[in-house]
Each structure stands twice: as structure tokens, then as C-alpha cells.
């Protein structure tokens, strides 16, 4: 804690940047903190409870965090993914950020939990991460943790959905889907979902219903999974800003299972590897192709 | 008043008779997940009730998160529009928190302002709201501070507080009295002294527990936010909000909503009114493109102005329960019980108008 805390000073002390995101304690646990004076840098902890991701405060079309300056970001394995997203498809330029990385031993799925971390409060994510370290960073800090504990995977879940008859897995998204009240939580929090104008927005013409109804709910959230194809930094934000409690990276997951048999690619940390929405190789498996 | 007594057993009992007799019983109940939500209940078992506090507030009740108004059908040469019913089955809500239920209250005054909503009205006048006096969430709860508390009667038409075996219960409104009296017989009358003292001991106890959260001077409050409109506080706690809504889709009384009209084919369609929230770009977004409120700072302040200033402004009360959905759901950490404690701090230094930039 205190060689982050210490590294923040420095960067915003010398003026290699204006502002520092990071995670700080708060009334419910740990949340998102925006240092910008090297005096307020004691203000940082990194522990079990900094669940959120702070790649999507990235954002250039946040004018309010844009005009701070700029940033210096402190980022867990899954965060880097999401960074390296950004770096990626254009959103960020690498020389406009500085990246803090932290080792970390898996989060919460609510950063108000005190902890110790279980089976049964560990984020979905975590159980058999093998990004606990990040690549892209500037500079690493912490020493090395933990395991997350064990738990039963998303991908466990995915495959009992898939052992599903249609009909049964077309009842659970209903019911699952149905709770949907169209806030738009999973978009605002995804670090990958910052377009301008999203497609769910538009409105000559409203390709997406907007009412909450199982119509509009299923065309939003299969546009959304669709979109995030091969995207997805797999961060959990979605799921865990769900207000009604959505199980939404099954949707994500799912799909990127998908793209990493037919494409080999799986988010990474690592920007020089291109997304498959935006590379094309002759190797594309192309047998649907009449 | 009429004050009575009912086991729990009794009270198992009287959702069986409700049922039976086609009336739907809405109860905090588990959901698949395990967490806890208002739903339509069959058997008294099903009820989660002096659980945790359902994830959503009461008001998709009254006034659901989409609705049709109307449908349309365009024949040769004319449209025929279908309305919708606007009057309800009986509805009983049993074992709402006193936070959901005071919300419903203060929502009838923006409901029936300059027109009568009558879908709103219509669910009202349908349903029956059966308080439970509250043991208190968490450190987020605030409802001593906005008028309101654990063991607050408004808006309720019956208020019960726990006692051992069953629940001491109040008739607050006149259908709340003649639902006693139509189920008199699963009713005994008042309790015993030392029952009566027990349930106060309880709604005094929570109530001074979560009197500690928060103390407001909500006019003071008023003044404050109605000479600082562009004070730094709005630049500077507003960071870590994503705009995401999620705080407005949760709260009792974030009441806006967008009406969209939707085709169902080419010549017919439905208009329907949906759940919106002033927390997103989109709200205020003009056709020339140009947004009033252009970045989230602005969008937050609109939120808090709205239920501490402008709503007071017109209808004399604030619009704001103290149930701390808004802090428990936000996946950014912001916290509208601190936000407030933040600025009556600024309150008590006189720093309003005089720190504006």
C-alpha cells in the first residue's frame, strides 16, 4: 500500500501527471478515487474489496474526467485487459496513460465486503485467473498474492446452460432477461461499450425497442453480447452493476468461448494483438461461407 | 385507531384467504438468486419478510418500469385507438419497508399535480399497503433525516410491528380499518402491556440507531443547493459517478419516464410509457444535438436538486425516503447519504455562494 501510495505522489508531485485512479475506503468499502494533489496520495488502498474495474473512467467521451489531465491508472490483471481494449481500438493513446499495476490475489463481488475472501463472496471472475499479474504496466507494485479461493467457474454454469434442451435455456434467459428494467447500468459501467452514440439510443430509426419488455430486453442484450464479441475484457462491471442482478458475464463468457475456437483469440492484456473484429487472416475458419 | 394483535400463523392464514378471494399479494420474497425482491406471493411461506430490503423499491407497483397507454390500428381510412383499463384488481402489499411505503405517498402529490394520473390513481385506489416497522439495513439507511423513520406510518393503510410470535398491528388509514374488518376474525385485540412496551422499545431503538447515520436540516439543505449551482462540490464529487442509472432505477421515488410509441407491424403499434432517469446523456439531449446539461456533473447535481430543492419547492416536501438504495446500488461508490452530509458540513461554514467558481 504504501509503495503505491508513494509511487502516486511521485508521479503527480513531479507532474508526470494530473490525476491519479485509483481506489480509496469509502462508506461501503472500497470505490473508485480521483487523486489529483500528491498530499491527498495517502488516500489509495489496493485490497480484496477493489472490485470495480477503472479502465472504463478511461473513456474520451467523459468530459468531466478528460478535462482533469492526464492520467495515471492503477490496474489488476482483468483491468489491464480492459486498458489494453481501449489501447487497442484506438481510445487511448499509450503515451497519454501511465499504468500502475497491482498483483492481486482476486476481489470480492461486492466492494463492500470486508472479507476474508470465500468461495461464496470471491467475484465470478476470479476462481482460476491467470492474470493476476498484469504485462501492461509501467510499473508493478505489491508483492505477489494468494490464490483467489476455488469456486464454481462461469464456465461450469455455461456448461449445464449448454446441457440444456433449447426450450429450457430459452427459459432461463426469459426469466433471467425479464428482470431487465432497461437503466443501462452494463453499458455505462463496460469499459469497452464507449461509442459516441450507442445503436440501443438511436431513434430514426429505433432499431432497439426501449421499453423493458422481453422484446426490447432480448434485442438489447443479445446486441450488446454480439458486440462485445471478441471484445469483452471480461472485467465482470456489467454483472456486478446490475441492479437486478443479471447474470450477465454467462452472456459475455459464452461468447468468448466462441471466438476462441473459431478465432484462437482470448482477451488479453497485450494491445498488439488484434481484436478478430478488426484483423483478418486467411486461416479464418470460413466453412459457412455457401 | 385500532390496534390488534395477529400470530404469524394467523397471518399465514390470511394470504390464504386474500389469495383465495383473487387478491393479488405482493410480499418481499426470495428470487432465484437468493436476494430478496417485491413479487407476487401464493403461500405465506413464500415471504421473505424482516429480511434484507427488497432490491427494488414499491413503486414498479404503481408504476410499472413499461406500460402500454394506448394501442393504435389504422383501418381503411381511419385509426382506432384502443385505451387501456385503468381500473385494477385488489392488490394487498404485506410487509412493505416504511421507506417504499411513505415513497408512494409523496409520489401521489406529483401524480395528481396539473392532471390526474389515472393509472397511477387506479393502482393506488386498487391496493392495500401493509407496513412493517423496519430493523434497520445497514450504515446507508438515512430516513430519520428526510422526515421519515423505521417506524414512520405514512403512506401505509396498516403498520405492523414485530412482536414475539406474530405482529402488533395499527389501522393508519380508513381501508386499512375496514381491512381489519373484514378479516376481524384472524385479528385478536390489543395486546398485552408488556407486549405494547416490547414493540416500542423496538421502534424506538431502531429509530434512534439509524438517527445516528445522518441529521438533516432540510431546509437549511434547500437553501444551500438553491445558491449553488455551480459550486466546486459538483465538480469535485462527481468522478467516480458513471451516469449509469442504476441509483434512479432502484429509488423509491425517481419517478421519470420517456413515452415511446412502438409499431407492431405497419399499421398498428402501441405507446407506451417507460422508466427514464435524468442520470443519463440522453435525458436532456435537444433534436438540434445540444445537451443543457452537458456532462455528469450537471446530471447528478439535477438528481439531488430535484429531490432536495425543487420537489420541496413545489409540493412542500422533499423526494427523498432515506432508504440508501441509491449508495448500496452504485457501481462507482457515489453516496448520496455522504454527498448530504458533505454539504450541510458546507452549511455549517456558511460556504455556499460565497465558494461558488
Not at chain 1, 274 to 284: K, L, N, Q, R, T
Not at chain 2, 5 to 31: H, M
Not at chain 2, 72 to 80: A, C, E, L
Not at chain 2, 274 to 303: E, I, K, L, M, Y
Given at each position: 500500500?504504501?509503495?503505491?501510495?508513494?509511487?502516486?505522489?511521485?508521479?503527480?508531485?513531479?507532474?508526470?501527471?494530473?490525476?491519479?485512479?485509483?481506489?480509496?475506503?469509502?462508506?461501503?468499502?472500497?470505490?473508485?478515487?480521483?487523486?489529483?494533489?500528491?498530499?491527498?496520495?495517502?488516500?489509495?488502498?489496493?485490497?480484496?474489496?477493489?472490485?470495480?474495474?477503472?479502465?472504463?473512467?478511461?473513456?474520451?467521451?467523459?468530459?468531466?474526467?478528460?478535462?482533469?489531465?492526464?492520467?495515471?491508472?492503477?490496474?489488476?490483471?482483468?483491468?489491464?485487459?480492459?486498458?489494453?481494449?481501449?489501447?487497442?481500438?484506438?481510445?487511448?493513446?499509450?503515451?497519454?496513460?501511465?499504468?500502475?499495476?497491482?498483483?492481486?490475489?482476486?476481489?470480492?463481488?461486492?466492494?463492500?465486503?470486508?472479507?476474508?475472501?470465500?468461495?461464496?463472496?470471491?467475484?465470478?471472475?476470479?476462481?482460476?485467473?491467470?492474470?493476476?499479474?498484469?504485462?501492461?504496466?509501467?510499473?508493478?507494485?505489491?508483492?505477489?498474492?494468494?490464490?483467489?479461493?476455488?469456486?464454481?467457474?462461469?464456465?461450469?454454469?455455461?456448461?449445464?446452460?449448454?446441457?440444456?434442451?433449447?426450450?429450457?435455456?430459452?427459459?432461463?434467459?426469459?426469466?433471467?432477461?425479464?428482470?431487465?428494467?432497461?437503466?443501462?447500468?452494463?453499458?455505462?459501467?463496460?469499459?469497452?461499450?464507449?461509442?459516441?452514440?450507442?445503436?440501443?439510443?438511436?431513434?430514426?430509426?429505433?432499431?432497439?425497442?426501449?421499453?423493458?419488455?422481453?422484446?426490447?430486453?432480448?434485442?438489447?442484450?443479445?446486441?450488446?453480447?454480439?458486440?462485445?464479441?471478441?471484445?469483452?475484457?471480461?472485467?465482470?462491471?456489467?454483472?456486478?452493476?446490475?441492479?437486478?442482478?443479471?447474470?450477465?458475464?454467462?452472456?459475455?463468457?459464452?461468447?468468448?468461448?466462441?471466438?476462441?475456437?473459431?478465432?484462437?483469440?482470448?482477451?488479453?492484456?497485450d494491445p498488439s494483438v488484434p481484436a478478430p473484429i478488426?484483423?483478418?487472416?486467411?486461416?479464418?475458419?470460413?466453412?459457412?461461407?455457401l | 385507531m385500532i390496534a390488534k394483535t395477529i400470530t404469524?400463523?394467523?397471518?399465514?392464514?390470511?394470504?390464504?384467504?386474500?389469495?383465495?378471494?383473487?387478491?393479488?399479494?405482493?410480499?418481499?420474497?426470495?428470487?432465484?438468486?437468493?436476494?430478496?425482491?417485491?413479487?407476487?406471493?401464493?403461500?405465506?411461506?413464500?415471504?421473505?419478510?424482516?429480511?434484507?430490503?427488497?432490491?427494488?423499491?414499491?413503486?414498479?407497483?404503481?408504476?410499472?418500469?413499461?406500460?402500454?397507454?394506448?394501442?393504435?390500428?389504422?383501418?381503411?381510412?381511419?385509426?382506432?385507438?384502443?385505451?387501456?383499463?385503468?381500473?385494477?384488481?385488489?392488490?394487498?402489499?404485506?410487509?412493505?419497508?416504511?421507506?417504499?411505503?411513505?415513497?408512494?405517498?409523496?409520489?401521489?402529490?406529483?401524480?395528481?399535480?396539473?392532471?390526474?394520473?389515472?393509472?397511477?390513481?387506479?393502482?393506488?385506489?386498487?391496493?392495500?399497503?401493509?407496513?412493517?416497522?423496519?430493523?434497520?439495513?445497514?450504515?446507508?439507511?438515512?430516513?430519520?433525516?428526510?422526515?421519515?423513520?423505521?417506524?414512520?406510518?405514512?403512506?401505509?393503510?396498516?403498520?405492523?410491528?414485530?412482536?414475539?410470535?406474530?405482529?402488533?398491528?395499527?389501522?393508519?388509514?380508513?381501508?386499512?380499518?375496514?381491512?381489519?374488518?373484514?378479516?376481524?376474525?384472524?385479528?385478536?385485540?390489543?395486546?398485552?402491556?408488556?407486549?405494547?412496551?416490547?414493540?416500542?422499545?423496538?421502534?424506538?431503538?431502531?429509530?434512534?440507531?439509524?438517527?445516528?447515520?445522518?441529521?438533516?436540516?432540510?431546509?437549511?439543505?434547500?437553501?444551500?443547493?438553491?445558491?449553488?449551482?455551480?459550486?466546486?462540490?459538483?465538480?469535485?464529487?462527481?468522478?467516480?459517478?458513471?451516469?449509469?442509472?442504476?441509483?434512479?432505477?432502484?429509488?423509491?421515488?425517481?419517478?421519470?419516464?420517456?413515452?415511446?410509441?412502438?409499431?407492431?407491424?405497419?399499421?398498428?403499434?402501441?405507446?407506451?410509457?417507460?422508466?427514464?432517469?435524468?442520470?443519463?446523456?440522453?435525458?436532456?439531449?435537444?433534436?438540434?444535438?445540444?445537451?443543457?446539461?452537458?456532462?455528469?456533473?450537471?446530471?447528478?447535481?439535477?438528481?439531488?436538486?430535484?429531490?432536495?430543492?425543487?420537489?420541496?419547492?413545489?409540493?412542500?416536501?422533499?423526494?427523498?425516503?432515506?432508504?440508501?438504495?441509491?449508495?448500496?446500488?452504485?457501481?462507482?461508490?457515489?453516496?448520496?447519504?455522504?454527498?448530504?452530509?458533505?454539504?450541510?458540513?458546507?452549511?455549517?461554514?456558511?460556504?455556499?455562494?460565497?465558494?461558488?467558481?
Amino acid at each position: 500500500m504504501k509503495e503505491l501510495q508513494e509511487l502516486a505522489r511521485t508521479l503527480l508531485s513531479s507532474g508526470t501527471v494530473k490525476v491519479v485512479f485509483g481506489w480509496e475506503e469509502g462508506p461501503r468499502g472500497a470505490r473508485p478515487a480521483f487523486i489529483t494533489d500528491a498530499a491527498n496520495a495517502g488516500r489509495l488502498v489496493f485490497d480484496h474489496r477493489c472490485s470495480h474495474t477503472l479502465a472504463t473512467y478511461l473513456s474520451p467521451r467523459r468530459p468531466h474526467m478528460t478535462r482533469l489531465g492526464k492520467a495515471a491508472i492503477v490496474v489488476k490483471g482483468c483491468d489491464a485487459r480492459a486498458v489494453a481494449g481501449l489501447l487497442r481500438e484506438a481510445q487511448v493513446k499509450r503515451e497519454d496513460v501511465v499504468i500502475i499495476g497491482v498483483r492481486c490475489g482476486g476481489v470480492a463481488a461486492d466492494p463492500a465486503d470486508a472479507g476474508p475472501l470465500t468461495a461464496e463472496n470471491v467475484a465470478e471472475r476470479c476462481p482460476g485467473c491467470t492474470a493476476r499479474e498484469p504485462h501492461l504496466a509501467d510499473h508493478m507494485v505489491g508483492e505477489t498474492k494468494p490464490e483467489p479461493p476455488g469456486a464454481p467457474t462461469r464456465d461450469a454454469r455455461i456448461a449445464e446452460l449448454d446441457a440444456m434442451s433449447a426450450p429450457e435455456r430459452w427459459a432461463f434467459w426469459q426469466a433471467e432477461l425479464a428482470r431487465c428494467i432497461r437503466c443501462n447500468a452494463c453499458r455505462e459501467v463496460c469499459p469497452m461499450c464507449f461509442c459516441e452514440r450507442c445503436v440501443a439510443d438511436k431513434t430514426q430509426p429505433q432499431w432497439l425497442e426501449s421499453s423493458p419488455h422481453p422484446r426490447g430486453n432480448f434485442a438489447w442484450h443479445v446486441t450488446r453480447a454480439l458486440h462485445q464479441a471478441g471484445r469483452c475484457a471480461d472485467c465482470g462491471e456489467c454483472a456486478r452493476a446490475c441492479p437486478a442482478g443479471i447474470p450477465l458475464g454467462l452472456l459475455n463468457r459464452k461468447i468468448a468461448g466462441i471466438v476462441a475456437d473459431r478465432f484462437d483469440y482470448r482477451a488479453t492484456d497485450d494491445p498488439s494483438v488484434p481484436a478478430p473484429i478488426g484483423a483478418f487472416s486467411v486461416s479464418d475458419r470460413q466453412e459457412f461461407i455457401l | 385507531m385500532i390496534a390488534k394483535t395477529i400470530t404469524a400463523e394467523e397471518l399465514g392464514a390470511l394470504v390464504a384467504d386474500l389469495v383465495s378471494a383473487g387478491t393479488r399479494v405482493i410480499a418481499p420474497a426470495r428470487a432465484a438468486d437468493g436476494k430478496v425482491d417485491y413479487r407476487a406471493i401464493t403461500r405465506f411461506e413464500e415471504a421473505a419478510i424482516g429480511a434484507e430490503l427488497p432490491r427494488r423499491s414499491l413503486k414498479e407497483f404503481f408504476l410499472p418500469p413499461t406500460e402500454p397507454l394506448f394501442s393504435w390500428h389504422q383501418g381503411k381510412g381511419d385509426v382506432t385507438v384502443k385505451p387501456v383499463a385503468v381500473s385494477f384488481p385488489p392488490h394487498v402489499v404485506l410487509g412493505a419497508r416504511p421507506c417504499d411505503a411513505a415513497a408512494v405517498e409523496i409520489l401521489d402529490r406529483v401524480m395528481g399535480w396539473d392532471y390526474r394520473d389515472e393509472l397511477w390513481f387506479g393502482r393506488r385506489e386498487a391496493t392495500t399497503i401493509v407496513s412493517v416497522a423496519c430493523p434497520g439495513v445497514d450504515g446507508s439507511c438515512f430516513c430519520t433525516a428526510t422526515g421519515g423513520g423505521p417506524d414512520s406510518k405514512r403512506g401505509s393503510d396498516l403498520m405492523m410491528v414485530p412482536v414475539d410470535g406474530g405482529y402488533l398491528v395499527e389501522a393508519v388509514t380508513p381501508k386499512g380499518q375496514a381491512f381489519v374488518g373484514a378479516h376481524a376474525a384472524r385479528f385478536v385485540d390489543a395486546a398485552d402491556a408488556g407486549t405494547t412496551a416490547a414493540a416500542e422499545a423496538f421502534r424506538t431503538g431502531v429509530r434512534s440507531r439509524v438517527a445516528e447515520h445522518l441529521t438533516l436540516s432540510l431546509p437549511a439543505l434547500r437553501r444551500w443547493l438553491e445558491g449553488s449551482f455551480d459550486h466546486e462540490l459538483w465538480r469535485a464529487i462527481v468522478l467516480r459517478c458513471h451516469g449509469c442509472g442504476a441509483c434512479a432505477s432502484v429509488c423509491p421515488t425517481c419517478h421519470c419516464f420517456d413515452i415511446v410509441d412502438e409499431p407492431e407491424g405497419v399499421r398498428a403499434g402501441t405507446r407506451r410509457r417507460n422508466w427514464d432517469t435524468c442520470q443519463t446523456a440522453r435525458f436532456t439531449v435537444h433534436a438540434s444535438g445540444h445537451n443543457p446539461r452537458a456532462d455528469q456533473n450537471a446530471r447528478f447535481r439535477q438528481r439531488v436538486l430535484h429531490k432536495f430543492s425543487i420537489y420541496p419547492g413545489r409540493f412542500g416536501e422533499v423526494l427523498c425516503t432515506g432508504c440508501g438504495r441509491c449508495a448500496r446500488a452504485c457501481p462507482g461508490g457515489m453516496d448520496l447519504p455522504e454527498v448530504l452530509k458533505t454539504i450541510t458540513a458546507l452549511v455549517g461554514t456558511g460556504a455556499s455562494r460565497e465558494a461558488a467558481v
